[in-house]
């Protein structure tokens, strides 16, 4: 393979199904790939997936091994169990810049011992629009100057463990109304509104920053993530960013549908991103497609080779840094633990005093988390023995039937940002009308209170940690 191939290559990060590594990706590795991004489905156990990152960096110690573990909804490591670390909203709500700092520093510390040398995260979007489908409890919050305090402290306590932060998405999903792995969203407002966290990841260090697929209406016709504007006027330019500039992944709807994955990867490169991001829905053709039409474009004159070169360099320079060597704390996770306990709000009387009815009104799931397979009462089962657990959806919510089947037990009504979904405020209304005892719990953002519960509690999120807060609170007498 000559030079221009394996420039080329440095500038793809791919994924695959499976718990090991199939031939086509090692291959490619060889053949000078840049990244590889991890998912879920390549999460057996802890034991395991060392393993595989081992065998991944074998060819070349300075491959980025990505993955999402942001905390809360949204984990890798931990998505059959939910993740032992409360999510970005939670850690805003207490807002103790040292705790979010040693969060993330358990969390590089839990990412270190598997292979792991880079983490897309912290989420740096400000949460501006609250009917945001993608953002919500994913965010720090609503306040900028808030949100930009705990993604500097991320950021620090990331990469004092040796694993690279990627700060996201860059300028701001935050503001939108659409999910960009759905449909192309467009930035209401001044898109420099949620630049301040962006700009204080940059002054915190951050090796990489991810773009979102949304339109900056007056900046550019052009997606964030294909817009030279945006990469090299906003990000480049205004905020001073260096560093390793990566593509979310091509095959979301926002710039597939209309340019296609190969195109896009031009554009995305030629416009300043560095490392294009192929996530699970394509495979070893796609990635040969990407290769190859990056080649081309350098042959039509269409994307400089020094532009190439360049994004190259910073792929290397970002793996060179977190492939060094350095000493790793013990995971500790008591400051996770004490962060979900501060985050937790209850109001009236959340206690339990025996196995209740769980019923949880379960919305289309986020697909940056994907389908949660824990919940509350796996975790109240744990303590009250007898839990029983029911889940309801838009379209199948039976109150009625609940009630019936619910015999002397409490209920307790999980929401997800109830505010949002009319079924669901409709739903617990009815299951309250007939059970005036039951305890609400929302998961996402608290913005609507049913009218008449005995008791109330938001955990700002779905992660373990902060169902075990809640559990704690519930069985522990109750009062908020």
């Known amino acids: 393979m000559n030079d221009l191939d394996r420039l080329a290559a440095a500038c793809i990060c791919p994924s695959f199904p499976g718990l090991e590594a199939p031939r086509w990706i090692l291959d490619w590795i060889e053949r000078g790939l840049g990244g590889i991004c991890l998912f879920s489905h390549n999460v057996g156990d802890r034991e395991q997936l060392a393993r595989l990152t081992a065998a991944l960096r074998s060819a070349r110690p300075e491959l980025l091994v990505g993955i999402d573990e942001e905390g809360g909804d949204v984990t890798r490591l931990e998505a ?86 990627c700060a996201k998405h860059f300028p701001g999903h935050g503001s939108t109304e659409q999910d960009s792995h759905l449909e192309l969203p467009v930035v209401t407002g001044d898109i420099r509104d949620g630049l301040l966290p962006f700009r204080a990841a940059v002054e915190a260090g951050v090796q990489s920053i991810m773009t979102a697929h949304i339109l900056a209406p007056g900046l550019d016709e052009l997606p964030a993530t294909l817009s030279p504007a945006v990469i ?148 109240l089962a744990d303590r009250l023995p007898g839990t029983r657990t029911m889940v309801l959806e838009e379209g199948s919510a039976d109150p009625a039937r609940v009630l019936g089947l619910r015999g002397a037990r409490q209920l307790v009504i999980v929401v997800r940002d109830a505010h949002r979904h009319g079924w669901m405020r409709e739903a617990t209304g009815s299951l309250l009308a007939g059970a005036p005892d039951a305890v609400v719990v929302e998961l996402g953002l608290p913005l609507w209170y049913p009218d008449a519960a005995r008791g109330y509690a938001a955990a700002l999120g779905g992660s373990r940690a902060s169902y075990e807060a809640l559990a704690d609170r519930m069985l522990d007498g109750g009062a908020g």
């Open 80 to 165: 059959d169990r939910g993740s032992s670390y409360p999510g970005h909203a939670a850690l805003g709500a207490v807002d103790d810049t040292n705790l979010t700092e040693q969060v993330a520093a358990a969390i590089g510390a839990d990412l270190v011992a598997v292979g792991v040398n880079l983490d897309f995260a912290p989420v740096a979007d400000i949460n501006l629009n609250p009917d945001n489908p993608v953002i919500g409890i994913r965010s720090f919050g609503a306040d900028r100057e808030l949100v930009a305090r705990h993604v500097a402290a991320f950021v620090s306590g990331l990469q004092g463990q040796g694993v690279a932060a």
């Open 232 to 379: 090299g006027g906003l990000l480049r330019g205004e905020l001073g960013f260096d560093g390793l500039v990566i593509a979310d992944a091509l095959e979301m709807k926002a710039v597939s549908d209309t340019y296609g994955v190969e195109r896009s990867a031009v554009l995305a490169l030629s416009a300043g991103v560095d490392l294009l991001l192929i996530g699970h829905d394509l495979g070893e053709d796609a990635v040969g497609a990407v290769h190859a039409a990056l080649l081309a474009a350098v042959a039509a004159g269409e994307l400089d080779e020094s532009r190439l070169r360049e994004a190259a360099g910073r792929v290397r320079k970002t793996g060179a840094w977190a492939s060094h060597a350095r000493p790793s704390v013990a995971v500790d996770r008591r400051a996770a633990s004490a962060a979900a306990h501060r985050a937790l709000q209850a109001e009236g009387d959340v206690a339990l005093t025996a196995p209740p009815l769980v019923v949880e009104l379960r919305p289309r799931a986020n697909i940056a988390a994907g389908e949660a397979s824990h919940s509350l009462g796996d975790v």
